[in-house]
């Protein structure tokens, strides 16, 4: 006799049984388990983390209404049209679950306050540019050290003073004139190609020095290329994934360091050869010492060199290129900018230029690039990793972040409020002039180069960097739009840029 509920031998079903309903019933109880573990992991625990106080946590997505689903499948498309549709519907503090994570975002001035102003201890870079270390090599920036980081930011913002900025403005003028004689008396190319090509010989003669710049600029500029193809979505979640572009940008960054050990041994073996005037920022980084007695390796330096060449390399090209545009695109500006540039250079409009000049007599340029980043901005999200709960006030709320969460600001969003910016999508240099000054309107409105503790250093080179290069090519230039309309941007970048025809047709000034 058998007991009812169990098998001839006496076993449950599905303990032992070899029949076929209690295959199958084992099989669905674990496929139930594991439905419940990801539904408990992915779905319920990233919405009701954080208890009465935490964000609003978004729930639902136009794109699926599926949970997880949506979101992920929505951001993926567009995540700077995802966040303004949260900020609309969510106010300006919303959570946003994406699989076990839950990205925590900050939209406006008020709430993006502790975001620029909490130490490292609560909103760390480290956990969440871990991705760059296949990149710039180990113990650099986010890898390093808190004091060896230190060491190494305070080095690179000593070779990014203004008394060095003053002798960069002639070697990029240099490097401009040479570069654009090979355009001709006129004819017509691809703005965001040239400009990109130009700013990487400007950068290198400033931050690599004569002898680099002279004699292994080629090498150098392909060896970044394969650095910078290296660098893709999926390198965030999996940034030793066995790529194709992976296994490149590894072995771009051994022959750099090969590279560059080499350049370095032959400036400490031959000190009375002038390898270089001095002033560039290899030369800086070479002399650096930690803290604890110890020299820098040459590893080290060409990782820092790596680091200002990626941090400066996007930025000024696709600022140069946003800002030329967009002044193209508007005559009246553009008149007004060659007025400028005439009244600042008078009767010799092929003068030299001075810092002096790019630093003060060029407001109207200099307002056209902080407007070009105002709409246009590299990075289009920024992050940090909440090492402690973090408050937040915003909108008459008070939230309290969870620790462990994503926090993001977008620069995108932030700087396209009409309440902080009128007619915000408009081409508007006048906003920031004096008697308007809206990126005064609050210490967080503006985050061209981000903003607080943490904003760039590098903003200052690049303003130089930027304007002298433009000032030099609407003078020498007489240029117009092959397009009728601006480019879109290309979302789908990691680091955006323009994304269309940025041709132009140029004839040299008589």
């Given at each position: 006799?058998?007991?009812?509920g ?24 674990t ?55 949260c ?12 699989f ?131 660098l ?6 999996f ?35 002038q390898?270089?005037?001095g ?70 409009p092929?003068?030299?230029?001075d ?23 590299p ?94 090519l ?7 739009m ?15 840029g ?13």
């Amino acid at each position: 006799m058998t007991i009812p509920g169990t098998t001839t031998s006496g076993m449950p079903f599905g303990f032992g049984s070899s029949t076929g309903p209690s295959d199958n019933l084992l099989i669905g109880l674990t496929c139930l388990a594991i439905f419940s573990l990801f539904y408990a992991f992915f779905v319920v625990r990233p919405r009701t983390k954080g208890g009465p106080h935490a964000p609003p946590v978004v729930t639902s997505s136009p794109v699926s209404s599926l949970p997880v689903v949506g979101t992920i499948v929505e951001f993926g498309k567009s995540p700077v049209k995802m966040v303004q549709r949260c900020y609309e519907d969510y106010g300006p503090v919303f959570t946003v679950p994406f699989f076990h994570k839950r990205l925590t975002f900050l939209i406006g001035p008020e709430a993006q306050e502790p975001f620029f102003k909490a130490p490292d201890e609560v909103l760390s870079q480290n956990e969440v540019y871990g991705f760059m270390k296949p990149v710039f090599g180990p113990g650099i920036v986010y890898d390093a050290s808190k004091k060896n980081r230190q060491v190494q930011f305070q080095s690179m913002a000593n070779g990014l003073r203004t008394a060095r900025l003053k002798g960069y403005t002639a070697k990029i003028e240099r490097e401009t004139r040479q570069y654009l004689e090979s355009w001709g008396e006129s004819g017509e190319l691809d703005l965001f190609h040239a400009l990109s090509e130009l700013t990487i010989l400007t950068a290198s003669r400033c931050l690599h020095g004569d002898d680099v710049r002279e004699n292994l600029f080629k090498e150098v500029s392909e060896l970044y290329h394969d650095l910078d193809q290296g660098l893709t979505p999926l390198t965030v979640f999996f940034p030793n994934a066995p790529t194709k572009s992976h296994m490149k940008r590894n072995a771009a960054r051994a022959k750099m360091v090969e590279l560059f050990s080499k350049v370095i041994k032959n400036r400490r073996d031959n000190p009375d050869v002038q390898h270089s005037d001095g002033t560039d920022i290899l030369s800086i980084f070479m002399d650096v010492k930690y803290k604890d007695g110890s020299n820098i390796t040459d590893e080290q330096v060409t990782g820092l060199l790596i680091a200002l060449l990626f941090a400066g390399q996007h930025t000024s090209c696709i600022t140069s290129t946003w800002t030329s545009l967009f002044i193209l695109n508007n005559p009246a500006i553009l008149k007004r900018i060659i007025a400028e540039q005439n009244d600042v250079f008078g009767s010799q409009p092929d003068a030299d230029v001075d810092y002096k000049m790019v630093n003060e007599d060029m407001p109207l340029l200099h307002n056209s690039m902080k407007e070009a980043l105002r709409l246009c901005p590299p990075l289009i999200l920024l992050i940090r990793y909440a090492l402690k709960d973090v408050k937040v006030k915003a909108a008459g709320k008070d939230y309290t972040i969870p620790k462990g969460d994503m926090v993001l600001i977008s620069p995108s969003v932030g700087m396209r409020i009409p309440e902080v910016f009128k007619e915000p999508n408009t081409f508007d240099p006048d906003r920031f002039g004096p008697d308007r000054e809206e990126d005064k309107s609050s210490p967080f409105a503006y985050m061209g180069f981000g903003g607080g503790m943490h904003s760039c250093m590098g903003q200052n080179f690049a303003f130089v960097q930027v304007k002298t290069i433009l000032s030099v090519l609407f003078r020498e230039f007489e240029l117009e739009m092959v397009s009728e309309t601006m480019p879109d941007i290309d979302y789908e970048a990691m680091v955006v840029g323009p994304k269309g025809d940025c041709r132009v047709r140029y004839k040299r000034r008589q």
